[in-house]
C-alpha cells in the first residue's frame, strides 16, 4: 500500500477529510438555489478572512488567474507599478507588461521592498500598483498598509496578492486601501487547488477598463454574483465550491482570529527549530517587512544538498519544498499552512532534524524540542 506522504509545502496543503468527502457527491446544478447557497457561503466565510465589506467572487483558475484577472480589469493602457521582492512579485510585473505601461520596482529576493522608488513612481503617474503581501518563494511578509497609503495620497489603485496571506495572517484589506485582493483556495484557506477568490472595492470597480478579457471580466463575476440565486457568468468548477464552502466553514467554527494566531504559533517554533539548528532564515526584516507567518524560508546547510535533505526527509513520509529559480540548493522552505497543528510541525521538523542528522550536519539535534516548548 502506498503511503500518504505529510505536504509541508507552501501549498497545495493538506485537505481535512471533512473538505475532501464535500466534493464525493453527485453533480448539482450550477444555475440552481443549491449551488446559489454554496457560492454564498463561500463569500460569507471568506470577508472576514480578506477583512472586507466589499464584494467578493469566485474564479475557477488558481491564483495566477486570479492575479491577471486583477491586472487586466485595472491596468489595461495605464501605468502600473510592480513592486517585486520575489518570484510571484515578478510574475506580477510579467502579466502587466502584457496589459499596461509597466515598472518593475525590484528589490533582492527576501529584502525590503523599495518603498522609496514606488513613492517616486507614483509621482510620476503610476495609476495601479501591484504587491505581493506574503512572498513564498523568499518567506517574508511585506507591507501592505505602507503601500496602501502611498497609493490614496495618490489616488492610485492598489493591487495585492494575498495569496499565501488570506487566512494565515492578518488582512484588513479596507483598511489598507486595498482596492482588489486575491486569494488562492489551496493554501492558507486549506481547501483543494483551482479556484481564486477576488475582492473588488466600489473605486476598482468604477475604474474598470474597456475590453477586458472574456473569461476573466470581473464586471461578469460582479454582475452574476448579484442575481438571486448568486451565479458564475461561466460553468464553475463545483465540486471545488462544495470543498470551498466547508474549508471556509472550519475556519467560521475556529475563528478567523484563532485561524491565523495558530498559524502564527506554528510559524514560531519553526522558526524556533531553525535558530537551534544554527540555520539562519533567509529573508531580512526590518520596521517594516517580517517573516511570515505562513512558510519559513531557511539557509540550506553547508555541505549538503537540495536533492540530498529533501529527498531523505521525503523517504520519511514528508514533504517540504527548495528555493526556486536562482535561489534553488540554497534554500528549503517548510510550509505552515491550511490546517495543519503541532503534530504536523513536530512530523515535519523530526524528518528535517533526522535527515541532517543523517548527512551529517552539525548542530541536528535540538530544533525539534525547541519547537515543541513553543507549542505545549
Known sequence: MEKELLLMLPGPVP???????????????????????VYADCVRCLKPAFGTENDLVILSGSGTA??????????????????????????????????????????????????EGLAASLEAGAEVVTMVHNETSAGILNPAHEVGKLCRKHDALFVMDGVTSIGGDVVEADRWGVDIAIVGSQKCLAAPAGLAAVSVSERARERFCDSPPYYLDLAAYLRTAKKEPMETPYTPAVPLFLALREAGLLIEEEGIEHWAIRHQRLAQAVRAAAAAWGLPLFPETDGLHRYSNTVTAIRMPGGTTDSDLRGLVKRLGVVIAGGQDHLKGKIFRIGHMGAVNAPEILAALGAVQAAMHRLGCPGADDGVAAAAAHLA
Not at 448539482?28 to 447557497?37: A, D
Not at 501605468?79 to 515578478?90: T, Y
Not at 507588461?97 to 518603498?115: M, N, V
Request: with cysteine.
Open 66 to 115: 486570479g492575479m491577471e484577472a486583477a491586472v487586466a480589469n485595472l491596468g489595461r493602457g495605464r501605468k502600473i507599478a510592480c513592486l517585486a521582492n520575489g518570484k510571484f512579485g515578478e510574475r506580477l510585473y510579467d502579466i502587466s507588461c502584457r496589459y499596461g505601461e509597466a515598472t518593475k520596482l525590484a528589490s533582492d529576493w527576501g529584502t525590503p521592498l523599495p518603498l
Open 15 to 37: 485537505v481535512p477529510e471533512r473538505v475532501r468527502l464535500a466534493m464525493a457527491r453527485q453533480a448539482i446544478n450550477h444555475r440552481s438555489p443549491e449551488f446559489g447557497e
